[in-house]
C-alpha cells in the first residue's frame, strides 16, 4: 500500500507516538567511560585538545569514576598515564604501575562499577609505538604478545574486571587468554578492539595519552580505513581466539562496520566513540556552530543503530546527565 492509504508521518505526530515506535533505546547502561589516570597526588591535568576531559591522578580518578556509577554508567576504561618510558614498556606490567594501583583503588572504593583496562604499550614505550621494535624499526608481533600477555595478567592481578588490548598485534587475544588461564584467571573477560584503524581521528588522545609514535606510524599494525571486510575478518578472528566481546575504533565514520561486525559475530560489539569525534563536537559547539548535546546524542544513537552493544564514549557522564532514559 502506497500514499494516501500509507502515511508514515501518523506515526510521528505525538511525542508519546514515536517514543512508542522508536527503534533505538540508549541508557547508561550502554555506555562506557574512558579515563586517563596519572601518578602524584591531587593532580588534575585538563587534556587541551579535549575540552571537559582531565588526566587525572588516582584520588580524582576514584571521586570520578565514583560519580559516572551514581550515573548509572556501569564501567570504566582506564588508560594510564606513566612517569617514565622505556624501550620494553615495563611501566605497562609493573603491579605498583599507575594503572594497577588505580584499579585497586577504584575497585575498593567502588566494587560495583566495572573496571576495564586498555592493554597496550604505546604509552610506556620510549619510542610511542604499540610494540616491540627490533633493530630496523619494525615492530617485533611475537616478542610483543609476551609483554602484552604480562600487562594483562598485571592488570587482572590488580583486580581489573576485564581486560582490553588495543595493540593489534597478530595473535595477541590467543596469546592474552592462554596467559590469564595459566595465572589463574581464567574468568577475566577479554574486550579485543578488533577493527582499530589507523585514524586521524585519535589526534587529541595522543595528547592525552602522550603517545604519539617518535617516528613512522601505526599503519603496519591499525588498519586501513579503506577496508571493511578485514574488519570482519579480524573480529572473526578475535572471537576465534576466545574474545569475549570484540571492538570497532572510532565509530562514527565506520558505522557501517559495526553494522558487518555485527552481523558476524555471536559474541557482544563495543564501538569506542574516540578523542576526535569528542573534540570536533566540543570545537563546533563552543562556536555555537551546532548544539552540542543535541549532536552528541545523535552521535551515540547513530552508534547504537548500528548495532553497538555497548559504546565507549568521553561523553558518558554528560549523555547520562541529560537523561537518557
Ligand atoms: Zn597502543
Not at 527503534?23 to 562506557?32: D, F, M, S, W, Y
Not at 548509572?72 to 605497562?92: M, R
Not at 552493544?309 to 537523561?323: F, K, N, P
Amino acid at each position: 500500500m502506497a500514499f494516501p492509504a500509507t502515511r508514515m508521518r501518523r506515526l510521528r505526530k505525538s511525542g508519546v507516538l514515536r517514543d512508542m515506535v522508536r527503534e533505538t533505546e540508549l541508557t547508561p547502561a550502554h555506555l562506557v567511560l574512558p579515563m586517563f589516570v596519572q601518578l602524584g597526588e591531587d593532580r588534575r591535568s585538563p587534556v587541551q585538545a579535549m575540552p571537559g576531559v582531565d588526566r587525572l591522578s588516582i584520588s580524582h580518578a576514584v571521586e570520578e569514576a565514583g560519580e559516572a556509577h551514581a550515573l548509572g554508567i556501569p564501567a570504566v576504561l582506564l588508560f594510564g598515564v606513566p612517569a617514565e618510558k622505556d624501550l620494553q614498556a615495563s611501566g605497562a606490567y609493573d603491579d605498583e604501575g599507575v594503572v594497577q594501583l588505580a584499579v585497586r583503588a577504584i575497585k575498593e572504593a567502588h566494587p560495583d562499577l566495572v573496571v576495564l583496562t586498555d592493554v597496550c604499550l604505546c604509552s610506556y614505550t620510549s619510542h610511542g609505538h604499540c610494540g616491540v621494535v627490533t633493530g630496523d624499526g619494525t615492530i617485533d608481533n611475537d616478542v610483543s604478545l609476551e609483554l602484552l600477555a604480562k600487562t594483562a595478567v598485571s592488570h587482572a592481578g590488580a583486580g581489573a574486571d576485564a581486560v582490553a588490548p588495543s595493540d593489534m598485534m597478530d595473535g595477541r587475544v590467543g596469546a592474552l587468554r592462554s596467559q590469564l588461564d595459566s595465572e589463574g584467571h581464567k574468568d577475566v573477560p577479554i574486550v579485543a578492539y578488533s577493527a582499530k584503524f589507523a585514524s586521524a581521528f585519535y589526534g587529541p588522545f595522543r595528547e592525552a595519552a602522550d603517545s604519539t609514535p617518535a617516528f613512522g606510524d601505526r599503519r603496519s599494525y591499525q588498519m586501513d580505513p579503506a577496508n571493511g571486510d578485514e574488519a570482519v575478518r579480524e573480529a572473526l578472528l578475535d572471537v576465534d581466539e576466545g574474545a569475549d566481546m570484540v571492538m570497532v575504533k572510532p565509530a562514527l565514520a565506520y558505522l557501517d562496520v559495526i553494522a558487518a561486525v555485527r552481523q558476524r559475530v555471536d559474541v557482544p560489539v563495543a564501538a569506542y566513540h574516540v578523542s576526535g569525534e569528542y573534540s570536533m563536537i566540543k570545537a563546533a559547539a563552543e562556536r555555537g556552530w551546532v548544539d552540542g548535546n543535541a549532536v552528541a546524542l545523535e552521535h551515540v544513537g547513530a552508534i547504537k543503530r548500528a548495532g553497538a552493544d555497548a559504546i565507549v564514549t568521553y561523553l558518558a557522564r554528560e549523555l547520562a546527565e541529560m537523561g537518557l532514559d
